[in-house]
């Protein structure tokens, strides 16, 4: 039924839409054939069909995908006629039987079919090859050209995509609705998805789709490739600075920036994710469904949106209820005393009666136990339990005592001798699953379990103690969280036969315990609930009464033997009446699903239990077997009658076997907890009765809990069976399942409270929670208790229909309250399994649980994967059950996920362990193999979005600030003007003239010295021959070159004193010199280019290096990178002419330029400055005071030396103040990490200055090897200040951990400070010498994203910790500025930082020179308040001044500088200012495998790229963690996660993080994702 896509559903008139829905409706209830379906259908549509004529038949044929709408899923209702379909689907795995329900497969059908008219387009994660390879997975998606060679292919390709362009034109028909099985393109004209393996083509036809379908057909804006020909090296060098993206500071203000990222030739590049954020948002742009609430918030409090009541939403109407009684108990003569005296009786006047039948593993019956047998063996146990297991003066144990039972599933006997021993020695039985490894799901808390019952001795059979997983030396190991047990085997063999005189004590029933069964909560805790003695006889006769036994019946019991109604009928009732009862263990329904019908055949059973599954199961394999007959069955006990979902299968069961014999009255679906046990059951019919009714009930209404019978829409409905009446000898009433137990009325649902003697007493040593389950009075709505006695709370919610009968509709346990609004876990289970799931969903195994994140509760549905399911299959599954989901319970899904198969936790019978999961889950050892998480749709209570108040004038801020008093932000360092040291500063305005001065005054004094790896000096320069080298270099300038004064040339050294004599070479030859990093001979794609751009922006005459590098720009391998025939003028200057200048060059002006300061910042940007020869003395100078240089000092420096503050402490500050620098180069340390601290320790530095990479390096790799740099005698007590240079916010937690680190070698913990310097001013403060310590304060998250500042204390909740950035260096003057209206602020906001001093760089060195950004940058004013009318130079930083309380040098109160981060870098979303790096330590911190973390935003999704070092399989697990923290901590919804390899997160020099070169390679897909997350 290929059918041309083009027909699309949503573009047909309305009234053909409804037949075609009519027509599905027909298909799904099997009212017409396939076939007829088929011809139908294509009546209908042939007027709309688009003609192709003349095509290429390659293309029609390709661009046929084929399409079997959504409801032609194996119609699931088993009629005899479908009963085919079923066997042929079982092959594939079942689906899970408990949720199978026909009307609600109808329903989500019809559902599914409604979306198609409004259609959304997810896009499907990318995921990359290698990740979670599945089976055969490849298998199932048909290759791109199976036959055809590449180039054919290639051209069918073509082909197909002018036919899937000229049907998406027609129209916008999106993927969802075609199955994408079977189609002739794997990945390109069948869907918008795109495969990771992308050839090259494969992404292209999917760009093609997505932007033709985007609404209205609108191309999206292109904002993809880079010019940037870097690809991004997977392991990252030691410090790269990416080339910029074709972007230099003098034009990036004014275009805008996607009008740049085209190829070299003008032409956009298409871009696989760029379309599939593309489709993200138009699916974001579909409008939410709640509305959000226009109104006005104050800026400063974010008010999360709490859910007003729906006004319309139902209330209960009716009356108050009133307790429900059951039947009185009858009194019947020879009803026993006790449970132990009945199997006396039987025991001894009927021995050779059969009791229990086993059955082995192929169904056939292996033994079977007689009344007598289990009578003598009991005593035998008994005797051996309280005699011979101690000493005669102290024995193990006592009457009381409490004794676990481990006996396997398939071992009913021995589990029945070991439980009536125990009965008859008066201890008591805890029955528990064998344990199979020591991690088995829910173990350990098996282990608090055993731990709180005091247990100390096992009971086992020989067969399974030596299954259990034993030690090296054959000892049971210790399973995790389990007390010490003593193992004892109870078979025959190892029993004492008791004397003649010894008899067990029988007394009467009383309230003293019997056994306690375990049970597990919602939480994952597993309880002990014990039953009394007399309960224990009460319930067996209230179920005697109710199921009408009578002696010597048989019944075939399919259930667990060791708890619930499997304990109650098989193992007690069984006694009570003298019953013989067939035991059916799982192992045999695996292999033979029909062996209970079997059974009930075989021995003519009256009586069965089963649960829905083993109907299910049954009917899946009934055709193996045509003549069974279940005439004999009188009931047929349905022991999860109380599902919701449980009528169909009972439905399904009975016209499937009502044929072989089944009478319609004998179903009996019963309703049980492990608190209340039996709540009520439907008693056996009287044949022809009329059947219970059935109650179909507003699903919309019940997530209100409230009954309202469904009328308007029948997809949303629920259709549940009563279970019957109350237990007889019971009281029921529904109480409000939250807060007070107050009564319901009757059209509400409430939990069931039930009151009788049968009944759990307590859950055993855990006081508080019995009393608020096993001591309940419940109250009317005046608050007088409804009885005198307690009611116990059986955990289901239900109500009391007409006539008294009990319908339940879920469990507490399965109850999601999302939004105030209740659903029920198995109803979201059911709705999965009804979309198709047999192709996906591995055996129907789904869990669905919900977690709590921002302030309410969020849906998440998990789901094991078959094997063979191939990722469209799946990525289709997931979005319809989203669609699902959403149209019948009204709710969005948080998170789906999908794990390979078999990997969920399990419970002891192979379901799914819920908590367990839930756990894994928020631990992220999930391992998902595939991710949806809806983030967008669910959450709905974010805060409103902030508005800036318009109008408001900076000079009314300013008034406002000072009506409030508080002061203006501003701060300054000590005044130059007192501080005039000697005559050096008058004498010589040039650093040349210093030099030339130093070269005679003091020619030996040492100002270089340059270490290597092993620590030893390679090289050293005094005055003198710093002053000979620069002059020789000079003469090569003018010579080789044939320079001129003020020519540019670009300096390209590796870190050492060459790079300093040929500085001062330029100077005085008069040339400008430029420093640039040389390129790494690794890397030389991504390296090079950024030096041939700066050679070009900065219009260098000449280049100067060694003769290494100079080889290196010319080789074939630079070739390959950039185009070498165009370098200017290359000198190495390796061996010099001893020739000098006849003239030394003198500046006429201190303005002119001293040299170009080339930087790629953080954003990619490529900026150059220009420093004059006065900002050049002046800023020596300032670090002079500062730092209190003089020629005796020594300082250490490992930093780089090509731009900033780097730069002038490398090259400039020794010349100036006279002092030796020791140089290490950042990358010796990588081969000698002591060498700096060595170093420093070596020659009692007191000063010494390093980068953040360098100080990371040190902590993450000397960390655990303080003692050996103690043994080795390193010290670092002399250091005074360790200063880090940076230009961005401290890194408090960095050079915290450092300095916790190495106090224990002496660092004083006030030594580690930080700089801050920017582009306009590379230097505005550092620590200094003298002055306060640096202060660090804790200030709001929440404020800071309002631009204000709130301190708060240590620990606060939001709280982040920021240091000073060190002193204001002597002559400067910061302000805080507001960025958009340049007016200063108070002191409690956050705003650029402004900056005035002496040392300021005089402009921006630009292709362009755009004079108005020189001017907005460099020299602005204020917008008022400023008299002086001040030129200030903006930072681009945001930041904040705090008067301490601390004392400057002045004498004065001392003014903090906080920096926050750069401008540029900050992401704006819902109106508020983010600073990534918050968001990424918030990251950072939720999982152990994450390494690194960025954020970027693209249009207004916020993208979260994460480096995983752990395996690839936790790449899901980050998904949900990423987008849970970001939305706790920031109140942000992530739009995109991206999970890469470590070393992706492109890193600069300064160990900064360049985020927009990261945004372009992402764009550009280069990135080579493990996977890629789209959160819708």
Same mark, same amino acid.
């Given at each position: 039924?290929?059918?041309?896509?083009?027909?699309?559903?949503?573009?047909?008139?309305?009234?053909?839409?409804?037949?075609?829905?009519?027509?599905?409706?027909?298909?799904?209830?099997?009212?017409? /054939?396939?076939?007829?379906?088929?011809?139908?259908?294509?009546?209908?549509?042939?007027?709309?069909?688009?003609?192709?004529?003349?095509?290429?038949?390659?293309?029609?044929?390709?661009?046929? /995908?084929?399409?079997?709408?959504?409801?032609?899923?194996?119609?699931?209702?088993?009629?005899?006629?479908?009963?085919?379909?079923?066997?042929?689907?079982?092959?594939?795995?079942?689906?899970?039987?408990?949720?199978?329900?026909?009307?609600?497969?109808?329903?989500?059908?019809?559902?599914?079919?409604?979306?198609?008219?409004?259609?959304?387009?997810?896009?499907?994660?990318?995921?990359?090859?290698?990740?979670?390879?599945?089976?055969?997975?490849?298998?199932?998606?048909?290759?791109?050209?199976?036959?055809?060679?590449?180039?054919?292919?290639?051209?069918?390709?073509?082909?197909?995509?002018?036919?899937?362009?000229?049907?998406?034109?027609?129209?916008?028909?999106?993927?969802?609705?075609?199955?994408?099985?079977?189609?002739?393109?794997?990945?390109?004209?069948?869907?918008?998805?795109?495969?990771?393996?992308?050839?090259?083509?494969?992404?292209?036809?999917?760009?093609?789709?997505?932007?033709?379908?985007?609404?209205?057909?609108?191309?999206?804006?292109?904002?993809?490739?880079?010019?940037?020909?870097?690809?991004?090296?997977?392991?990252?060098?030691?410090?790269?600075?990416?080339?910029?993206?074709?972007?230099?500071?003098?034009?990036?203000?004014?275009?805008?920036?996607?009008?740049?990222?085209?190829?070299?030739?003008?032409?956009?590049?298409?871009?696989?994710?760029?379309?599939?954020?593309?489709?993200?948002?138009?699916?974001?742009?579909?409008?939410?469904?709640?509305?959000?609430?226009?109104?006005?918030?104050?800026?400063?409090?974010?008010?999360?949106?709490?859910?007003?009541?729906?006004?319309?939403?139902?209330?209960?109407?009716? =009356?108050?209820?009133?307790?429900?009684?059951?039947?009185?108990?009858?009194?019947?003569?020879?009803?026993?005393?006790?449970?132990?005296?009945?199997?006396?009786?039987?025991?001894?006047?009927?021995?050779?009666?059969?009791?229990?039948?086993?059955?082995?593993?192929?169904?056939?019956?292996?033994?079977?136990?007689?009344?007598?047998?289990?009578?003598?063996?009991?005593?035998?146990?008994?005797?051996?339990?309280?005699?011979?297991?101690?000493?005669?003066?102290?024995?193990?144990?006592?009457?009381?005592?409490?004794?676990?039972?481990?006996?396997?599933?398939?071992?009913?006997?021995?589990?029945?001798?070991?439980?009536?021993? @125990?009965?008859?020695?008066?201890?008591?039985?805890?029955?528990?699953?064998?344990?199979?490894?020591?991690?088995?799901?829910?173990?350990?808390?098996?282990?608090?379990?055993?731990?709180?019952?005091?247990?100390?001795?096992?009971?086992?059979?020989?067969?399974?103690?030596?299954?259990?997983?034993?030690?090296?030396?054959?000892?049971?190991?210790?399973?995790?969280?389990?007390?010490?047990?003593?193992?004892?085997?109870?078979?025959?063999?190892?029993?004492?036969?008791?004397?003649?005189?010894?008899?067990?004590?029988?007394?009467?029933?009383?309230?003293?315990?019997? &056994?306690?069964?375990?049970?597990?909560?919602?939480?994952?805790?597993?309880?002990?609930?014990?039953?009394?003695?007399?309960?224990?006889?009460?319930?067996?006769?209230?179920?005697?009464?109710?199921?009408? &036994?009578?002696?010597?019946?048989?019944?075939?019991?399919?259930?667990?033997?060791?708890?619930?109604?499997?304990?109650?009928?098989?193992?007690?009732?069984?006694?009570?009446?003298?019953?013989?009862?067939?035991?059916?263990?799982?192992?045999?329904? +695996?292999?033979?699903?029909?062996?209970?019908?079997?059974?009930?055949?075989?021995?003519?059973?009256?009586?069965?239990?089963?649960?829905?599954?083993?109907?299910?199961?049954?009917?899946?394999?009934?055709?193996?077997?045509?003549?069974?007959?279940?005439?004999?069955?009188?009931?047929? *006990?349905?022991?999860?009658?109380?599902?919701?979902?449980?009528?169909?299968?009972?439905?399904?069961?009975?016209?499937?076997?009502?044929?072989?014999?089944?009478?319609?009255?004998?179903?009996?679906?019963?309703?049980?907890?492990?608190?209340?046990?039996?709540?009520?059951?439907?008693?056996?019919?009287?044949?022809?009765?009329?059947?219970?009714?059935?109650?179909?009930?507003?699903?919309?209404?019940?997530?209100?809990?409230?009954?309202?019978?469904? /009328?308007?829409?029948?997809?949303?409905?629920?259709?549940?069976?009563?279970?019957?009446?109350?237990?007889?000898?019971?009281?029921?009433?529904?109480?409000?399942?939250?807060?007070?137990? $107050?009564?319901?009325?009757?059209?509400?649902?409430?939990?069931?409270?039930?009151?009788?003697?049968?009944?759990?007493?307590?859950?055993?040593?855990?006081?508080?929670?019995?009393?608020?389950?096993?001591?309940?009075?419940?109250? /009317?709505?005046?608050?007088?208790?409804?009885?005198?006695?307690?009611?116990?709370?059986?955990?289901?919610?239900?109500?009391?229909?007409?006539?008294?009968?009990?319908?339940? *509709?879920?469990?507490?346990?399965?109850?999601?309250?999302?939004?105030?609004?209740? !659903?029920?876990?198995?109803?979201?289970?059911?709705?999965?399994?009804?979309?198709?799931?047999?192709?996906?969903?591995?055996?129907?195994?789904?869990?669905?649980?919900?977690?709590?994140?921002?302030?309410?509760?969020?849906?998440?549905?998990?789901?094991?994967?078959?094997?063979?399911?191939?990722?469209?299959?799946?990525? #289709?599954?997931?979005?319809?059950?989203?669609?699902?989901?959403?149209?019948?319970?009204?709710?969005?899904?948080?998170?789906?996920?999908?794990?390979?198969?078999?990997?969920?936790?399990?419970?002891?019978?192979?379901?799914?362990?819920?908590?367990?999961?839930?756990?894994?889950?928020? %631990?992220?050892?999930?391992?998902?193999?595939?991710?949806?998480?809806?983030?967008?749709?669910?959450?709905?209570?974010?805060?409103?979005?902030?508005?800036? #108040?318009?109008? *408001?004038?900076?000079?009314?801020?300013?008034?406002?600030?000072?009506?409030?008093?508080?002061?203006?932000?501003?701060?300054?360092?000590?005044?130059?003007?007192?501080?005039?040291?000697?005559?050096?500063?008058?004498? !010589?305005?040039?650093?040349?003239?210093?030099?030339?001065?130093?070269?005679?005054?003091?020619?030996? !004094?040492?100002?270089?010295?340059?270490?290597?790896? +092993?620590?030893?000096?390679?090289?050293?320069?005094?005055?003198?021959?710093?002053?000979?080298?620069?002059?020789?270099?000079?003469?090569?300038?003018?010579?080789?070159?044939?320079?001129?004064?003020?020519?540019?040339?670009?300096?390209?050294?590796?870190?050492?004193?060459?790079?300093?004599?040929?500085?001062?070479?330029?100077?005085?030859?008069?040339?400008?010199?430029?420093?640039?990093?040389?390129? !790494?001979?690794?890397?030389?794609?991504?390296?090079?280019?950024?030096? =041939?751009?700066?050679?070009?922006?900065?219009?260098?005459?000449?280049?100067?290096?060694?003769?290494?590098?100079?080889?290196?720009?010319?080789?074939?391998?630079?070739?390959?990178?950039?185009?070498?025939?165009?370098?200017?003028?290359?000198?190495?200057?390796?061996?010099?002419?001893?020739?000098?200048?006849?003239?030394?060059?003198?500046?006429?002006?201190?303005?002119?330029?001293?040299?170009?300061?080339?930087?790629?910042?953080?954003?990619?940007?490529?900026?150059?400055?220009?420093?004059?020869?006065?900002?050049?003395?002046?800023?020596?100078?300032?670090?002079?005071?500062?730092?209190?240089?003089?020629?005796?000092?020594?300082?250490?420096?490992?930093?780089?030396?090509?731009?900033?503050?780097?730069?002038?402490?490398?090259?400039?500050?020794?010349?100036?103040?006279?002092?030796?620098?020791?140089?290490?180069?950042?990358? %010796?340390?990588?081969?000698?990490?002591?060498?700096?601290?060595?170093?420093?320790? #070596?020659?009692?530095?007191?000063?010494?200055?390093?980068?953040?990479?360098?100080?990371?390096?040190?902590? +993450?790799?000397?960390?655990?090897?303080?003692?050996?740099?103690?043994?080795?005698?390193?010290?670092?007590?002399?250091?005074?200040? @360790?200063?880090?240079?940076?230009?961005?916010?401290?890194?408090?937690?960095?050079?915290?951990?450092?300095?916790?680190?190495?106090?224990?070698?002496?660092?004083?913990?006030?030594?580690?400070?930080?700089?801050?310097?920017?582009?306009?001013?590379?230097?505005?403060?550092?620590?200094?010498?003298?002055?306060?310590?640096?202060?660090?304060?804790?200030?709001?998250?929440?404020?800071?994203?309002?631009?204000?500042?709130?301190?708060?204390?240590?620990?606060?909740? $939001?709280?982040?910790?920021?240091?000073?950035?060190?002193?204001?260096?002597?002559?400067?003057?910061?302000?805080?500025?507001?960025? %958009?209206?340049?007016?200063?602020?108070?002191?409690?906001?956050?705003? %650029?930082?402004?900056?005035?001093?002496?040392?300021?760089?005089?402009?921006?060195?630009?292709?362009?020179?755009?004079?108005?950004?020189?001017?907005?940058?460099?020299?602005?004013?204020?917008?008022?308040?400023?008299?002086?009318?001040?030129?200030?130079?903006?930072?681009?930083?945001?930041?904040?001044?705090?008067?301490?309380?601390?004392?400057?040098?002045?004498?004065?109160?001392?003014?903090?500088?906080?920096?926050?981060?750069?401008?540029?870098?900050?992401?704006?979303?819902?109106?508020?200012?983010?600073?990534?790096?918050?968001?990424?330590?918030?990251?950072?911190?939720?999982?152990?495998?994450?390494?690194?973390?960025?954020?970027?935003?693209?249009?207004?999704?916020?993208?979260?790229?994460?480096?995983?070092?752990?395996?690839?399989?936790?790449?899901?697990?980050?998904?949900?963690?990423?987008?849970?923290?970001?939305?706790?901590?920031?109140?942000?919804?992530?739009?995109?996660?991206?999970?890469?390899?470590?070393?992706?997160?492109?890193?600069?020099?300064?160990?900064?993080?360049?985020?927009?070169?990261?945004?372009?390679?992402?764009?550009?897909?280069?990135?080579?994702?493990?996977?890629?997350?789209?959160?819708?």
């Amino acid at each position: 039924m290929a059918e041309p896509a083009a027909a699309g559903v949503s573009s047909l008139p309305r009234e053909v839409r409804e037949q075609l829905a009519e027509l599905e409706l027909e298909l799904s209830e099997g009212d017409i /054939t396939q076939k007829g379906y088929e011809k139908k259908r294509a009546k209908l549509l042939a007027p709309y069909l688009p003609q192709t004529q003349g095509a290429d038949p390659a293309s029609q044929k390709e661009s046929r /995908t084929q399409m079997p709408a959504p409801s032609a899923a194996p119609s699931s209702a088993p009629s005899a006629s479908s009963s085919s379909k079923f066997h042929r689907a079982r092959s594939g795995g079942a689906r899970d039987e408990r949720y199978r329900s026909d009307i609600h497969t109808e329903a989500v059908q019809a559902a599914l079919a409604k979306h198609k008219e409004q259609k959304m387009a997810l896009p499907m994660p990318t995921k990359r090859r290698s990740t979670f390879v599945q089976s055969p997975a490849d298998a199932c998606t048909p290759p791109d050209t199976s036959s055809a060679s590449e180039d054919e292919g290639s051209l069918r390709r073509q082909a197909a995509l002018s036919a899937a362009l000229h049907q998406s034109l027609q129209n916008a028909e999106s993927w969802i609705n075609r199955s994408v099985q079977g189609s002739s393109t794997s990945s390109s004209a069948s869907s918008t998805l795109s495969h990771g393996e992308g050839k090259g083509t494969s992404g292209s036809l999917a760009d093609v789709f997505a932007s033709a379908r985007i609404e209205s057909f609108s191309v999206p804006p292109d904002v993809t490739a880079t010019t940037s020909s870097s690809s991004c090296p997977s392991a990252r060098p030691a410090a790269v600075d990416l080339p910029p993206s074709g972007i230099v500071k003098g034009m990036h203000k004014g275009s805008n920036r996607s009008s740049l990222m085209d190829t070299a030739d003008g032409v956009p590049v298409s871009s696989r994710v760029s379309t599939k954020i593309q489709q993200l948002l138009n699916t974001l742009k579909r409008p939410k469904r709640p509305p959000l609430k226009e109104f006005f918030v104050d800026d400063f409090e974010e008010i999360v949106e709490v859910p007003q009541p729906d006004p319309n939403q139902p209330k209960p109407e009716g =009356r108050q209820m009133t307790p429900v009684k059951g039947e009185p108990l009858g009194v019947v003569c020879n009803w026993p005393p006790a449970l132990e005296a009945a199997l006396q009786r039987w025991g001894t006047t009927q021995a050779k009666c059969p009791c229990l039948t086993a059955l082995d593993v192929t169904g056939k019956p292996v033994y079977t136990l007689t009344y007598g047998k289990l009578w003598s063996r009991s005593l035998k146990l008994a005797y051996t339990l309280l005699n011979k297991l101690g000493t005669k003066n102290e024995p193990v144990l006592r009457p009381g005592d409490r004794v676990a039972l481990v006996y396997p599933n398939n071992d009913p006997v021995m589990f029945m001798v070991a439980f009536y021993g @125990c009965l008859l020695a008066e201890v008591i039985p805890v029955p528990i699953e064998v344990p199979l490894t020591r991690k088995d799901a829910g173990g350990q808390q098996i282990g608090f379990l055993l731990g709180s019952c005091g247990i100390a001795l096992a009971l086992t059979t020989e067969v399974c103690l030596k299954g259990l997983p034993k030690t090296q030396n054959g000892e049971i190991v210790q399973f995790k969280g389990w007390p010490r047990l003593k193992w004892v085997v109870t078979d025959s063999k190892y029993l004492s036969k008791s004397p003649k005189d010894w008899q067990p004590n029988i007394s009467a029933a009383g309230p003293e315990p019997a &056994y306690i069964e375990y049970k597990t909560s919602k939480e994952g805790s597993v309880m002990g609930v014990t039953v009394s003695r007399v309960a224990m006889l009460a319930h067996c006769q209230a179920l005697s009464q109710a199921c009408n &036994y009578s002696e010597g019946e048989t019944i075939v019991n399919v259930l667990d033997f060791k708890k619930d109604a499997g304990l109650w009928h098989g193992i007690l009732t069984n006694v009570m009446n003298k019953l013989h009862t067939i035991s059916v263990p799982y192992s045999v329904m +695996k292999t033979c699903p029909l062996s209970w019908v079997q059974r009930v055949h075989a021995h003519k059973a009256r009586v069965a239990l089963v649960k829905c599954r083993d109907l299910h199961w049954a009917m899946m394999a009934h055709r193996d077997q045509r003549d069974v007959s279940l005439s004999s069955l009188r009931m047929l *006990v349905v022991t999860d009658g109380a599902n919701p979902w449980s009528v169909s299968s009972c439905d399904a069961f009975l016209s499937l076997f009502q044929s072989h014999g089944l009478k319609p009255e004998a179903i009996c679906p019963c309703a049980t907890s492990p608190e209340a046990m039996t709540i009520a059951i439907r008693r056996p019919g009287v044949p022809g009765a009329p059947l219970p009714g059935r109650a179909i009930l507003s699903m919309h209404g019940l997530s209100f809990g409230v009954i309202r019978v469904n /009328t308007e829409d029948k997809n949303s409905a629920l259709t549940v069976q009563d279970v019957g009446h109350v237990m007889p000898g019971g009281m029921m009433c529904i109480v409000k399942p939250d807060g007070a137990p $107050q009564l319901c009325k009757t059209d509400e649902i409430g939990e069931i409270c039930v009151s009788s003697r049968a009944g759990g007493m307590m859950y055993y040593g855990l006081a508080g929670v019995t009393k608020n389950t096993f001591e309940v009075i419940p109250v /009317t709505a005046a608050g007088s208790p409804v009885a005198e006695v307690p009611f116990v709370r059986s955990g289901l919610l239900g109500f009391v229909g007409p006539g008294s009968l009990v319908f339940v *509709v879920g469990k507490m346990d399965g109850l999601l309250t999302v939004s105030g609004r209740r !659903h029920n876990a198995d109803d979201i289970v059911a709705t999965g399994l009804a979309v198709e799931s047999i192709k996906t969903v591995y055996r129907g195994r789904i869990a669905v649980f919900s977690v709590s994140v921002f302030y309410d509760e969020r849906i998440v549905v998990v789901a094991e994967q078959r094997p063979d399911a191939s990722e469209e299959d799946s990525f #289709q599954w997931m979005s319809r059950v989203l669609q699902a989901i959403d149209s019948i319970h009204q709710v969005g899904v948080y998170c789906l996920a999908l794990v390979p198969a078999n990997t969920l936790p399990k419970t002891p019978l192979g379901g799914i362990h819920i908590s367990q999961t839930k756990q894994h889950f928020l %631990e992220g050892s999930l391992h998902p193999c595939n991710i949806l998480m809806c983030p967008h749709t669910c959450v709905t209570n974010l805060p409103k979005p902030r508005q800036k #108040q318009p109008g *408001v004038g900076p000079a009314s801020v300013m008034v406002g600030n000072l009506v409030a008093g508080k002061r203006i932000a501003q701060a300054s360092g000590r005044d130059l003007g007192q501080l005039e040291d000697n005559d050096l500063v008058k004498k !010589h305005q040039f650093l040349t003239e210093v030099l030339q001065w130093r070269a005679q005054a003091t020619p030996d !004094h040492p100002l270089f010295l340059l270490l290597n790896a +092993k620590g030893t000096t390679v090289c050293t320069a005094t005055c003198l021959q710093l002053h000979k080298k620069a002059e020789r270099i000079a003469s090569v300038l003018c010579d080789k070159g044939h320079l001129n004064a003020g020519d540019n040339v670009v300096l390209l050294y590796p870190p050492g004193i060459e790079l300093i004599t040929a500085f001062y070479g330029c100077l005085y030859a008069g040339c400008v010199p430029v420093t640039v990093r040389p390129p !790494h001979a690794q890397s030389l794609g991504a390296t090079l280019p950024t030096v =041939r751009m700066i050679v070009e922006v900065s219009k260098a005459a000449c280049i100067l290096t060694t003769q290494t590098l100079m080889r290196l720009l010319k080789s074939r391998e630079a070739a390959a990178a950039v185009d070498v025939k165009t370098w200017p003028t290359i000198i190495d200057t390796d061996d010099l002419p001893r020739k000098r200048l006849a003239q030394l060059y003198k500046p006429p002006t201190a303005e002119m330029l001293a040299y170009l300061d080339f930087s790629v910042s953080t954003t990619g940007m490529l900026t150059g400055v220009k420093m004059s020869h006065a900002a050049v003395s002046g800023l020596c100078r300032a670090i002079k005071l500062q730092c209190e240089l003089y020629s005796s000092r020594q300082i250490a420096i490992c930093l780089d030396p090509y731009c900033g503050l780097g730069f002038v402490l490398w090259c400039l500050c020794s010349v100036y103040s006279g002092h030796q620098s020791i140089l290490i180069p950042p990358m %010796e340390l990588e081969s000698n990490l002591f060498l700096w601290l060595s170093t420093v320790s #070596q020659y009692k530095i007191r000063d010494t200055f390093c980068s953040y990479s360098v100080m990371e390096l040190c902590t +993450k790799g000397l960390g655990n090897q303080v003692e050996m740099l103690k043994a080795r005698g390193i010290n670092l007590s002399c250091v005074r200040t @360790c200063v880090v240079v940076a230009e961005e916010r401290p890194r408090v937690s960095l050079t915290h951990s450092f300095s916790k680190l190495f106090k224990d070698l002496g660092l004083s913990p006030r030594a580690v400070s930080t700089t801050f310097g920017s582009r306009v001013n590379v230097a505005i403060c550092l620590q200094g010498t003298s002055g306060p310590d640096p202060t660090t304060v804790y200030v709001d998250l929440k404020s800071l994203r309002h631009d204000r500042v709130r301190l708060v204390e240590r620990g606060a909740p $939001q709280s982040l910790l920021l240091s000073e950035s060190g002193k204001i260096l002597p002559g400067v003057k910061v302000v805080i500025v507001n960025p %958009e209206t340049k007016g200063p602020l108070g002191d409690s906001h956050l705003g %650029e930082i402004w900056v005035n001093s002496p040392h300021t760089a005089s402009g921006y060195y630009t292709i362009y020179d755009s004079e108005s950004l020189q001017a907005d940058h460099f020299n602005t004013r204020l917008s008022f308040g400023d008299a002086a009318q001040t030129l200030w130079a903006r930072t681009g930083y945001l930041g904040f001044v705090r008067r301490t309380e601390l004392t400057a040098a002045s004498g004065e109160r001392h003014d903090a500088l906080y920096v926050v981060g750069a401008l540029d870098e900050t992401l704006e979303l819902r109106g508020l200012r983010y600073h990534p790096i918050d968001i990424e330590t918030s990251v950072s911190r939720t999982h152990r495998s994450i390494a690194e973390c960025a954020v970027f935003t693209w249009t207004n999704l916020l993208v979260v790229v994460v480096e995983l070092c752990g395996c690839e399989q936790e790449a899901l697990d980050l998904v949900p963690l990423v987008t849970n923290v970001v939305l706790e901590e920031h109140y942000l919804i992530v739009g995109v996660v991206v999970v890469v390899d470590p070393g992706v997160i492109p890193i600069n020099s300064r160990g900064e993080k360049q985020r927009m070169h990261l945004r372009d390679s992402f764009l550009a897909d280069q990135l080579d994702p493990i996977y890629v997350a789209y959160n819708m």
